[in-house]
Every structure is written in structure tokens, then in C-alpha cells.
């Protein structure tokens, strides 16, 4: 799922200054999950601002609420009434959510209080490490399942560089290098032809939004 | 036998062959109509953006590996009607999940609408009265009908009591349903094989139980026979049949 | 079955003012239920937990906001805590589950959530 680690309270406290009533909006997905935005935060969120806000002596009315997703339309509906008596709103969904919600109230500031991170697994409670950069061209099972793209430094997509420290990348001597990683997982696996297989390169195609479109559908979008 | 005087009493026997006839069609019709327009009402037509290539809207696709000779292959959704087509769709619909289910069920239904609109006994009644009437069935085809009928009315009592997974979700209101659902069939062949000595009472009860279905259809769940066939054609979804496109 | 309820905390106003708003649709889906559990194959929690009756999306939707409408809105916090495991543990609200007669059982699902939520329920990620 997507991992976000929260912005510093002064960069939030700058964000909502000039207004008066500010909604803190919450996501149950995957903020939720990675402990950094779900309802628990926004009412923590919440106590810690008006907090800081009290000893600047300013006064402001921050309230809360959570909806179940805010990547989805059709849970923001419940939104809709809600923001017409607040000018401004926070959220602490993803940068996806930010910007769903940002289109669908346009007319009222919507600042981010998380920086999305990556896609990445749970390491353990609190701790979450990038597994990957969704490139869209996806190699793993030519290379024992370690991604090159996130792990390797420079993003090589079909073999390392020859410049490894050791067993670490010339960059530092704590980033293990990653095709070391994946020719010692191929060897594992008795697979090491794979490594000579050369994959089409990415052509960088992740320069501009990219629209997925499920090919069962393709029908009822494409004109 | 005073059951049998209160039927035999001319009022109660005529009034439920004859007005309480019109008068449960006509709420029948009227709450159907009544249920959909609720229904349709609740639906928006969502407009479908469609998708145009074109600076900054760019569809996300995988550059064409150039691997063992890699042949560009269709998806099977995408191929023209192929008996292979056919046979995963299939397997991969509800038939293919619960093919016993999705058998009964089918037969029922047909059989719920199909026999009394084809029944000897009804299209006779249709024609003395309106000199109109549909094409009738022989009539130990309609018994034999009629007791499969039954026979799937068991087979979904079966399943509501000894099943886990759907006895777990019944209320009384499911077992009230099924023996409403099964009354006209059940007194209907008890009735047609004079069964009991007294045919007035069992043809009332069938009559009655008829009555009662069909006013019961637009405020009950009953109402899944139409509003079935509206979700399929009208709401989006993954199991929408063609141009689906409102919400709720 | 007669709990004493201890209704502090939980505000049945509330409540019903949320249900209230999807009135038309909620009660429309408690009708046209059939109770025919065709749903439950189409859930993939429902299969990967040995086809337990308790995944299946007609139970989760009417135990949920089936339990809410009915009792309009006098639940306590221990009837909202069984619903917080009911509708967050055994759904992750993916809206793949096919209701043959058509109804919308994420939304449902996704009402119960919002109701759990007004009266501070929801789930504890960092209490396993």
C-alpha cells in the first residue's frame, strides 16, 4: 500500500494561517494502515495544533472527520454539504487523495499534511520500507523478485554497472548492490540465464499521468 | 365442517372469484409500476468521459517486448464467439460457481410464470370470460409441471433449513415467502386431484393464495422479478449488460 | 438476548440522521434482499476463509446496517464494537461482490462505516 510520513507541525501550522475554520480531512485506507492519517491521527493532529495555536495565542476552529476512501468519487459525497462552512481543509490522504479532493472543491484550498513516500510493505508496527516505484514495465520475475528500478541507485534495468564497492554500490557503502542481491537470488534458483535475457528499457514513460484503463473496458472509453 | 360452511357461504366464494380477481391484478399492476418509477428515481445517469488520446492524457501501455519472437496475443475477452469463449464465461459466471443453484432457480422461475399462464383450467376461465386466451398445455404436462414446481419450492426449504450459510441469514419473513410462493401450486394440484372430498374449499384457497401472491409482489421482496432485470440493463458494474451506464 | 444497554457514548440522534439520509436506498436493499446468499461466492475473504458463513456479504450488510435500521439507532458502544469487526475485519470494502438482484452492497457497508465512525468507532491499526 501507499506509505506517507507526516510534514513537520511548524510547515502545517504555516499552511493554515489566514484562516479561521479549518476541516481536517482523514482517510481510512491506506494512511489509515501505515498509522499516519486514519481517524486516531486526525483527532491527535487536531489536539497537537490547537495546542500550538493556544500558546500563539490565535484562535481557530479545527475540526475532523474521516471518510472511507479518498481516491473514490463516491465517498466524497458525504463531504459535500459538509466544507461549504470552512475555508480551508487539510488533508491526510495520499498526494492522490489531495488532488481528488482539491478537483472537487475547487473552490476551497485543499493543503496536504502527509508527504506520500512510496509503495511499500510493513516491515513492522511503525515501520515501512519502498518496494516500489511503479514504472509500469514490471521485471520482477526475471530478477528473483528484487526490483532494479527501486533498489539499484541508478535504476539499471539490465545488469549492474561494474562500478559495486564489494558488495555495496560505489555511491555508499550502506546501499547494498542490487544486482549483487539478484544474481545471488537467480543462483539460488538455478536461473541465471535470466540475467542474460535484455528487457526493452522503460522509455521513461512515467513522465506524464498515466491512465490505466482495464482492457475489459476499453470499449466503453475509448472513442 | 364449519370451516367448509364459512367457504360455502355465496358472498365469501363469489367475492374471491370475482372482484377480489380485478382487485388484486390492479394493485399487482399498479405497485409494480409504482415500485419501478421509486426505483428508477433513485438512478442517475452518469455520463461516460469518454477517453481521448492526446497531450497529457496518455493511456498507460507496456512497450512491446521483444522476446522469444513475443506475437502479439488478444486477451479471451476479446476474440470473436468461440465455442472456447463461450465455456470460460460461462465457468467463470454464476453458472459456473453454483450450477446447481443457478439450474433450480432458472427451472422455477420459468415454471412460476410459465404454467399458470399456460394452464388448461385458467385459459378456459379466460375465455368465458373475455373470449380471449393463450395457448394451453395438456394437462398431465401441466401436473407434471406443476409437481417440479413443488419439488424446487422443497429444494429451497431444504437449502433454508440445512444450509449454514443461508440459514444463518433467514427470518420468519423467508419461510412466510416460500409457502406464499408454493400455496397456488400445492392447492392447485391437491384441488385438480380432489384430493380432499371438498373441491370448493381447495379451489378458494388456491384462488385466495393466488391473490394474495400477486398482491404481495410489489411490497416484498417478490419485486427482485422485476427489478432484476432493470439493474442488469440500466446500473454500471463489472455484471452490466450493455449500455449500462447510471448510478445510483 | 436482553442485554442491559448502556447507551452512554453512542448517539442514537445521530445515528438515524445519518440513515436518514440514504433512507430511500438502504431501505430499498433491507426489501429486495432475498436472503439467497448468492452473493458469497463473489467475495474473495468469504472464499479464502473455508467459505465461513460469516464473510458473506448479505450477513455483513445485514447484520450491519440491517441491525442499525431495525433497532433505529438505540445500539450500544458493545453493539457498535461487534459491527467495528464485523465491517472492518471481514470487509475490506474492494466492491467486488455481485448481488444478482443488483443491490449496492459496498455502499451499505460503507454507510455502516461512516455510522461506526460518527460515534468513534473505528479500527485500531497499531492494537493487533
Redesign the interface.
Known amino acids: 500500500m501507499i506509505k506517507a510520513k507526516i510534514k513537520p507541525v511548524q510547515e502545517i501550522l504555516d499552511a493554515i494561517d489566514g484562516y479561521e475554520k479549518i476541516l481536517n480531512v482523514g482517510c481510512g485506507g491506506c494512511v489509515s494502515v501505515c498509522l499516519v492519517g486514519g481517524q486516531k491521527e486526525v483527532n491527535a493532529l487536531n489536539a497537537e495544533l490547537k495546542v500550538h495555536l493556544e500558546k500563539a495565542g490565535i484562535q481557530k476552529q479545527i475540526d475532523g472527520y474521516t471518510v472511507e476512501r479518498q481516491c473514490n468519487e463516491s465517498f466524497l459525497q458525504e463531504l459535500d454539504n459538509k466544507v461549504l462552512e470552512y475555508d480551508c481543509m487539510v488533508s491526510m490522504a495520499c498526494g492522490a487523495g489531495v488532488q481528488h479532493m482539491a478537483k472537487r472543491f475547487s473552490k476551497i484550498p485543499v493543503h496536504p499534511v502527509v508527504n506520500t513516500v512510496s509503495i511499500g510493505v510493513d516491515k513492522d508496527l511503525g515501520m515501512y520500507e519502498e518496494n516500489c516505484r511503479a514504472c509500469g514495465h514490471c521485471v520482477l520475475g526475471y530478477t528473483g523478485g528484487i526490483c532494479p528500478v527501486t533498489r539499484c541507485a541508478k535504476g539499471l534495468f539490465n545488469g549492474p554497472c561494474g562500478g559495486t564497492n564489494g558488495d555495496n554500490c560505489e555511491i555508499s557503502n550502506e546501499i547494498p548492490c542490487a544486482w549483487l542481491d539478484i544474481y545471488k537470488r537467480l543462483k539460488d534458483q538455478n536461473r541465471l540465464d535470466d540475467i542474460l535475457k535484455v528487457r526493452p528499457h522503460m522509455e521513461w514513460q512515467n513522465q506524464s499521468p498515466r491512465t490505466i484503463i482495464q482492457e475489459p473496458y476499453e470499449k466503453r472509453y475509448i472513442a | 365442517m364449519a370451516l367448509s360452511h364459512i367457504f360455502s357461504w355465496t358472498f365469501m366464494y363469489d367475492f374471491i372469484r370475482g372482484p377480489m380477481v380485478w382487485i388484486s391484478f390492479i394493485i399487482f399492476f399498479c405497485g409494480v409500476v409504482f415500485q419501478v418509477l ?2 428508477m428515481s ?1 438512478l442517475k445517469e452518469q455520463p ?5 488520446p492526446g497531450p ?5 501501455s ?6 522469444k519472437g513475443d506475437r502479439v496475443k488478444t ?1 479471451w ?2 476474440k470473436g464467439p468461440d465455442k472456447k469463449d463461450w465455456m470460460v464465461w460461462l465457468k467463470l459466471s ?1 453458472a459456473g ?2 450450477p446447481f ?1 443457478t439450474i433450480v432457480t432458472t427451472i422455477f422461475h420459468v415454471l412460476l410464470i410459465g404454467v399458470p399462464v399456460f394452464v388448461l383450467g385458467h385459459n378456459i376461465l379466460l375465455d368465458n370470460a373475455f373470449g380471449i386466451s393463450m395457448v394451453s398445455l395438456p394437462e398431465n404436462v401441466s401436473d407434471f409441471l406443476t409437481g417440479v414446481v413443488i419439488f424446487c419450492t422443497l429444494i429451497f426449504l431444504f437449502r433454508r433449513l440445512f ?4 440459514k ?4 420468519y419473513e ?1 419461510y412466510l415467502f416460500l409457502s406464499l410462493a408454493a400455496a397456488p401450486f400445492v392447492t392447485g394440484y391437491l384441488a385438480y386431484h380432489q384430493v380432499f372430498s371438498n373441491y370448493k374449499l381447495l379451489i378458494s384457497l388456491h384462488i385466495l393464495s393466488g391473490e394474495l401472491l400477486l398482491m404481495a409482489v410489489p411490497f ?2 417478490f ?2 422479478m422485476i ?2 432485470i ?3 440493463f440500466n ?1 454500471a458494474g ?2 452490466s449488460f450493455g449500455n449500462a451506464r447510471k448510478n ?1 | 438476548m436482553f442485554r442491559k444497554k448502556n447507551t452512554a457514548g453512542v448517539n442514537s440522534n445521530e445515528i438515524r440522521a445519518i440513515l436518514d439520509e440514504k433512507k430511500a436506498k438502504m431501505k430499498l436493499s433491507l426489501k429486495a434482499c432475498a436472503h439467497c446468499s448468492l452473493c458469497a461466492e463473489s467475495c474473495f475473504l468469504f472464499m479464502g476463509h473455508n467459505k465461513d458463513p460469516k464473510y458473506m456479504p448479505s450477513y455483513k450488510f445485514l447484520n450491519s446496517v440491517g441491525v442499525l435500521y431495525k433497532k433505529k439507532g438505540n445500539v450500544d458502544k458493545l453493539d457498535l464494537g461487534e459491527m467495528r469487526d464485523l465491517v472492518w475485519e471481514r470487509c475490506v470494502l474492494c466492491t467486488r461482490c455481485y448481488c444478482p438482484i443488483g443491490i449496492d452492497i459496498p455502499d451499505m457497508l460503507a454507510l455502516a462505516r461512516r455510522i461506526c465512525r460518527s460515534q468513534g468507532v473505528y479500527p485500531q491499526y497499531d492494537r493487533e
Open positions: 421509486r426505483f433513485l461516460v468521459k469518454k477517453f481521448e497529457g492524457n496518455i493511456i498507460h507496456q512497450t512491446v517486448s521483444h522476446l486477451r475477452f476479446k454464476i460457481v453454483n443453484m444450509l449454514e450459510r443461508v444463518m441469514i433467514t427470518s423467508d416484498t421482496k419485486i427482485h427489478y432484476m432493470i439493474v442488469r446500473v463489472e455484471y445510483w
